[in-house]
């Protein structure tokens, strides 16, 4: 991007009420795990970063690009583990850019999908801290591209969606039944957050009118090596993850797209689903 492309923002910087030492925090997506898909944004806020504030999911891989003279703060959020409180995170996030640091919140895939990414900014707006987000490489894509899905393939989809298989407390969760609609209507289903309840999920949207036999797929730690791809059915997808033993972080995809990756399993020699399948590695 040229200079005179970054004027309006710089502009917008210029103006933000900030206190005159105030530093500045950037949201940086870390992709899904990988160091080398990390954009080269991303690497370039990384380099300029006096304090950087890690969520779990990143690869250790991606601080190589952090300078020795940063401080690297851990915050993990993982289901289980001992977490950082959000608000916890937020204030830390305000104070060391009001104490004039320069401040790179670095998460998993892409900062807004479902990365709490959009609180995280309104907490910096209300206290006039200025901030930049540079997007990610999402999980709900990327895994499943790993693992041979293209989640729009026009033969067999019109869109797809993302959906949380994690209910927030207080929240009633996805509607599943409106979802199996959605997915009957050439909608692929990527689901975040979904192995846990993947027994529930997968039932709810069978009661629904989703038919059983729709190729349904996870993926563990998507582009990682530790990458683990597994196809299957609908019906069989919940029992396939407990006997293969998937586990988080995992994304689960439903709908006809999932036939591209049987078909490369295959040689293309088949579309034939269901054969539940090993994982592979
Ligand atoms: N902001 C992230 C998502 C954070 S929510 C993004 O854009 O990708 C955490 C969930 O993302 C995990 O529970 C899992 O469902 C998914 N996820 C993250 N990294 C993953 C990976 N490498 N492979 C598969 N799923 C992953």
């Given at each position: 991007?040229?200079?005179?492309?970054?004027?309006?923002?710089?502009?917008?910087?210029?103006?933000?009420?900030?206190?005159?030492?105030?530093?500045?925090?950037?949201?940086?997506?870390?992709?899904?795990?990988?160091?080398?898909?990390?954009?080269?944004?991303?690497?370039?806020?990384?380099?300029?970063?006096?304090?950087?504030?890690?969520?779990?999911?990143?690869?250790?891989?991606?601080?190589?690009?952090?300078?020795?003279?940063?401080?690297?703060?851990h915050c993990g959020k993982r289901g289980g583990a001992v977490s950082t409180q959000q608000g916890f995170i937020?204030?830390?996030?305000?104070?060391?850019?009001?104490?004039?640091?320069?401040?790179?919140?670095?998460?998993?895939?892409?900062?807004?999908?479902?990365?709490?990414?959009?609180?995280?900014?309104?907490?910096?707006?209300?206290?006039?801290?200025?901030?930049?987000?540079?997007?990610?490489?999402?999980?709900?894509?990327?895994?499943?591209?790993?693992?041979?899905?293209?989640?729009?393939?026009?033969?067999?989809?019109?869109?797809?969606?993302?959906?949380?298989?994690?209910?927030?407390?207080?929240?009633?969760?996805?509607?599943?039944?409106?979802?199996?609609?959605?997915?009957?209507?050439?909608?692929?289903?990527?689901?975040?957050?979904?192995?846990?309840?993947?027994?529930?999920?997968?039932?709810?949207?069978?009661?629904?009118?989703?038919?059983?036999?729709?190729?349904?797929?996870?993926?563990?730690?998507?582009?990682?090596?530790?990458?683990?791809?597994?196809?299957?059915?609908?019906?069989?997808?919940?029992?396939?993850?407990?006997?293969?033993?998937?586990?988080?972080?995992?994304?689960?995809?439903?709908?006809?797209?999932?036939?591209?990756?049987?078909?490369?399993?295959?040689?293309?020699?088949?579309?034939?689903?269901?054969?539940?399948?090993?994982?592979?590695?």
């Amino acid at each position: 991007m040229t200079r005179a492309a970054n004027a309006p923002r710089d502009a917008i910087d210029a103006a933000a009420p900030a206190t005159p030492r105030a530093g500045h925090v950037t949201l940086v997506g870390a992709g899904p795990g990988a160091a080398d898909l990390l954009t080269v944004r991303a690497i370039r806020a990384l380099r300029q970063a006096t304090v950087v504030l890690v969520d779990d999911l990143v690869d250790a891989g991606v601080l190589r690009y952090v300078r020795p003279s940063a401080r690297i703060v851990h915050c993990g959020k993982r289901g289980g583990a001992v977490s950082t409180q959000q608000g916890f995170i937020e204030a830390m996030l305000v104070s060391e850019a009001l104490h004039g640091e320069r401040v790179v919140r670095l998460k998993g895939g892409d900062p807004y999908v479902f990365g709490r990414g959009g609180e995280e900014v309104a907490a910096l707006r209300a206290a006039g801290v200025a901030h930049t987000v540079v997007p990610g490489i999402t999980a709900g894509i990327a895994a499943p591209a790993e693992a041979g899905i293209p989640v729009t393939d026009r033969r067999w989809a019109q869109g797809v969606l993302l959906v949380t298989g994690h209910a927030q407390p207080g929240h009633a969760g996805p509607d599943w039944a409106q979802l199996a609609h959605t997915a009957r209507g050439g909608i692929t289903l990527v689901i975040y957050m979904g192995i846990t309840h993947s027994a529930d999920i997968t039932a709810a949207l069978m009661a629904a009118g989703l038919a059983g036999s729709t190729p349904a797929a996870v993926v563990q730690s998507g582009c990682t090596p530790q990458q683990r791809a597994h196809v299957g059915t609908l019906r069989t997808l919940a029992g396939d993850i407990r006997r293969v033993g998937i586990a988080s972080p995992a994304i689960l995809v439903i709908g006809d797209v999932v036939r591209a990756a049987a078909l490369m399993q295959d040689g293309g020699s088949s579309i034939d689903l269901p054969t539940p399948r090993a994982a592979t590695a």
